[in-house]
Each structure stands twice: as structure tokens, then as C-alpha cells.
């Protein structure tokens, strides 16, 4: 066995790669901000509410208060307990899953390292451990700015151990979420072939298809119908949005949460993996 071209030296080739790409930092960088500029707004809300601006001489002045710091908790509360989804984590993964394997194939790096003897599924696996990898990296940076931002905050109330289990349930159904999410998009970009290509249809798929999710979603509900969103959970990228609810989980979303996830994740695999072993390397 040639050791030169060993799962785990393509691996550590991969890592180094993607650490030198500067998306990777830029990425990281934008995400901080967002977060950052999350809670600034979030703290600003706070300040401006709690210091007057409603006129007391309105009876209702007190009510209106209460239900504006009560929904700007809920805002500070979508930021810790959804903090992946905050800040579309998904979003940046993609662009970077875009130039990470499009320019591997641009530079016939792809071709270079198949005429020497590694196997395609070394190639394919590497780039997606790589970008799952990058992934959870962050969603657990993110996390840790989330909590931190908010124990300064002071309002965050009661924490015991019902709030941290939802809390950890949410991380771990969002990282389940992300994981498909990373399987759609490396497949795509091995399909593509091409940085551009990858992008544009990555970052299509992924805003475009949410917006008119959204768009029939609000026109079946002018309708009356409850439940309008329960076919969108079923979707590819929408499972994301059910893995920040900080309540109890119906059966269709525990469903949608745990069951599509795995079999986005195993089609687009498969898809990906099976189209590039077939097709010639140019």
C-alpha cells in the first residue's frame, strides 16, 4: 500500500488546504460580527425600552413595555438556543465548500492526485469529513460566543437543567442539520466541477428555494389552513429552522429533524460520490 496516498495524508492535505483558504477566516470573522451586532441590537432594544421612550402618560404604557422586552428576549433567547441557524452558518459552509473543491479541480489538483494513485473515494470523503469538520468548528464557536454574550447580558434568567437539555438538543439536532446540509453542497460542487457554477446554484438553492418555501407558506395560510408548514419540514435545507425550537417537538418535526437529515445526507453522499467515480477527470 502506498502510504503517500493513504486516507489520512489526504485528509491532513485537505485540512491544510482548507486552513489556508481565507473564506475560511473571512467567514469566520463575518459570522463573529453578526453575532456580535445580534446582540448589540438586541442590548440597544433593551436600553431604549427600559429607559422611557414609551410616554407613561399612555395607560397602556406599562403593557407595551412587557410585551416589547418579552419579545426582545425571545430574540436574545433564538440566538443562543438556535445560534447555527442566527447567523446561517449553512450559508458560509457553502461558499466555502464552493471554492474548496471547485479550485482543487480548476488547478488539476484532482487529476494530479488520481494519476498517482488515490482512489476517488478518498478524494470525495476527504473534502466532505473537511467541510463537516469546518461545520461543527462554527457551530461550537458560535455556541460559546452565544452563551458568553448572553451570561453578560444579566437576563437571562433561570438556567437549570430543563433549559440546558433543550439547549444541548438543539445543538446536536443542528449539527445533524448541518451535516446534511454540507452533503448537498459538497455534492453539488463535484458535480459542478467549477467555483462559479458551485456558487451559484448553492447559494440559489439555499436562499432561493427558503424564499418561496416562505412565499407559498404565507399565500396557503391567507387561506385559513393551519399547519401550512408541515410539508416545507420535509424539504432539502429547511430542517435547520425545527432545531431552534426551544419547546416541546411534535412528532412531524421530530420526524423531520432526525429521519431527513440522514437521508439527505445519504442521497446527495451516494449522488456525489457515485457521479464522480463514473465521470472522466478533466
Known amino acids: 500500500m502506498n502510504r503517500t496516498n493513504s486516507m489520512s495524508n489526504v485528509l491532513v492535505s485537505d485540512f491544510y488546504k482548507l486552513k489556508k483558504l481565507k473564506s475560511v477566516w473571512i467567514g469566520l470573522i463575518i459570522i463573529f460580527c453578526m453575532l456580535l451586532l445580534s446582540y448589540c441590537v438586541y442590548w440597544i432594544g433593551v436600553n431604549v425600552v427600559e429607559s422611557g421612550v414609551i410616554d407613561p402618560n399612555n395607560p397602556e404604557a406599562e403593557a407595551i413595555k412587557t410585551e416589547t422586552l418579552a419579545m426582545l428576549g425571545l430574540f436574545r433567547k433564538s440566538l443562543l438556543f438556535g445560534s447555527t441557524s442566527a447567523v446561517s452558518i449553512e450559508l458560509f459552509v457553502a461558499i466555502v465548500a464552493c471554492i474548496f473543491i471547485g479550485k482543487d479541480f480548476s488547478c488539476g489538483a484532482v487529476a494530479i492526485n488520481t494519476a498517482r494513485g488515490a482512489k476517488r473515494a478518498q478524494t470525495y470523503f476527504s473534502k466532505w469529513i473537511s467541510l463537516v469538520t469546518l461545520f461543527v468548528a462554527y457551530a461550537c464557536i458560535t455556541l460559546i460566543f452565544s452563551g458568553l454574550f448572553s451570561a453578560f447580558d444579566g437576563r437571562l434568567g433561570t438556567f437549570g437543567g430543563a433549559e440546558f437539555a433543550t439547549l444541548i438538543r438543539n445543538f446536536a439536532l443542528q449539527l445533524l442539520c448541518g451535516i446534511a446540509s454540507v452533503s448537498i453542497f459538497t455534492m453539488i460542487a463535484f458535480l459542478t466541477r467549477s467555483s462559479g457554477a ?57 420526524v423531520a429533524v432526525t429521519v431527513m437529515p440522514v437521508v439527505y445526507s445519504v442521497l446527495s453522499t451516494l449522488v456525489g460520490y457515485f457521479t464522480f467515480e463514473k465521470r472522466d477527470i478533466k
Not at 432561493?208 to 389552513?225: A, E, P
Not at 416545507?232 to 425545527?242: A, D, G, W
Open 198 to 254: 458551485a456558487l451559484a446554484t448553492n447559494i440559489g438553492i439555499y436562499v432561493v428555494l427558503s424564499l418561496v418555501i416562505s412565499l407559498i407558506n404565507i399565500i396557503v395560510g391567507i387561506n385559513g389552513k393551519e399547519n401550512t408548514q408541515v410539508w416545507s419540514y420535509f424539504m432539502p435545507l429547511q430542517q435547520m429552522q425545527i432545531a431552534t425550537e426551544t419547546g416541546k417537538l411534535t412528532t412531524t418535526q421530530i
